[in-house]
């Protein structure tokens, strides 16, 4: 079990973005054996800085273009029609750290996903006993967290068309996993858009504004956009690709995560999802990808969440293996071996390898 200490891999992270990488933690993939992610592994995506939020003072304001703006403390959002559900949400710049050459921004490898149970109150009620004018097209949400980016100093703001606003699964959620939400999660109430990107999905919620021009702030006309280049106006970011990960096996190396696996049977287990259709198949390697075969899938047990699988491995020997896995949605979308690069580094859904030393000492 030799394995090379203190060495760095081939990336080597700035400052800037181990700071980044140190406010944002991923869930651990071992976490991947939790169906619901207890909420302190979910993972964190935060552009600014986290706000502290009085409750008691806070109101959400939901005006523009409605006849009967509202203003709503969380009290009375609390006493509105109830709703839980388990949504699997990922950052679309998962995978980034992975690209060649890498794009300068969170670096992550891929452990920014995460399934919370989220509790709410839906949004298409609400905004439909408002009154929609006939000129509106879209909803920006804003949230109380203001920072600079890309020289614009702003509120973190998205918007979604009024079709995709008024879905039946969209969220204004105030729990997380039966509890409040956390201060880093969005207190006291944020937008949950599943089978969306998480960038979709505004934390601390200020406002909804209903607009009759297409939103041009800097997260939407200039950040999540898949560009090939500077000057490439791009397609906007929107929903998960599909992707299957692997809770590592065995036992990892501290340093480099090199997992060891005793040589017998091992039940591998993982989970998969994708927002453009319902996980239909999973198939798993040990050879690196070159042959592959079905995984089993257990139950979906929720539409919005990531599906489980298994698979009963046997490896024929002590020796060196690359396991992977890869999702194929009912869409007909399948995993790529390698996923295109993009400027910004988004939607990276290449397959996840993981290495692994089978032995067969005791
Ligand atoms: N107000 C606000 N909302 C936000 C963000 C943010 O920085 N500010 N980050 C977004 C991004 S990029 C992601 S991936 C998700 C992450 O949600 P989480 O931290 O609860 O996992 O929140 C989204 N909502
Ligand atoms: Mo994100």
């Known amino acids: 079990m030799s394995v090379p200490q203190g060495t760095s891999g081939s990336v080597e992270i700035s400052e800037q ?10 869930m651990p993939l071992e976490a991947l054996r939790h169906e ?9 995506l935060i552009h600014y800085d986290i706000p502290v939020v009085d409750a008691a003072g806070w109101r959400l304001e939901v005006g523009g273009l409605l006849e009967r703006p509202l203003e709503l403390s969380l009290e009375q959002l609390r ?11 990922e950052c679309a710049g998962n995978g980034r750290a992975s690209l060649s050459p890498r794009p300068l921004s969170q670096p992550w490898l891929l452990e920014a996903v995460g399934t919370a149970e989220w509790t709410g109150t839906p949004l298409a ?57 956390p201060p880093q999660h969005g207190y006291p109430l944020r937008l949950v858009v599943p089978g969306w990107y998480g960038m979709t999905s505004v934390k601390w919620l200020r406002s909804i504004t209903a607009v009759a021009e297409p939103f041009e702030g800097y997260q939407q006309a200039r950040g999540y ?19 299957s990960l692997m809770a590592p096996p065995g036992i ?16 591998l287990e993982g989970r998969a999802w994708s927002g453009l259709g319902t996980i239909e198949r999973v198939d798993v390697s040990a050879d690196g990808g070159e042959t592959w ?32 896995s890869r999702a194929i949605d009912s869409a007909g979308n399948e995993q790529p071996l390698n996923a295109e690069w993009n400027l910004k580094g988004y939607a990276n859904n290449s397959v996840q390898r993981v290495p692994v030393q089978v032995t067969d000492q005791r």
């Open 225 to 243: 956009r898949m560009m090939r280049s500077a000057d490439d106006p791009g397609t906007p970011v929107t929903r998960m690709v599909p992707r």
């Open 36 to 44: 619901i992610t207890p909420i302190g592994l979910h993972y964190l």
């Open 79 to 89: 006493a509105r029609p109830r709703v839980t559900a388990a949504v699997t949400m």
């Open 17 to 26: 973005e181990l700071a980044l990488a140190t406010r944002n933690h991923g």
């Open 252 to 267: 990892p190396d501290f340093m480099s995560r090199r997992r060891f696996l005793a040589l017998g049977p091992v039940d």
């Open 125 to 181: 009620p609400l905004i439909e006993e408002c009154g929609i004018a006939a000129e509106a097209i879209e909803l920006v949400f804003t949230g109380i967290d203001r920072g600079v980016e890309g020289g614009v100093e702003q509120f973190y703001e998205r918007s979604l068309s009024l079709d995709d606003a008024l879905g039946e699964d969209v969220l204004l959620a105030y729990e997380a996993n039966g509890r409040p939400l």
């Open 293 to 324: 075969i079905a995984a089993e899938l257990a139950p979906q047990r929720s539409p919005l969440a990531w599906r489980g699988w298994t698979w009963a491995w046997e490896p024929p020997g002590a020796g060196d293996y690359e396991l992977c």
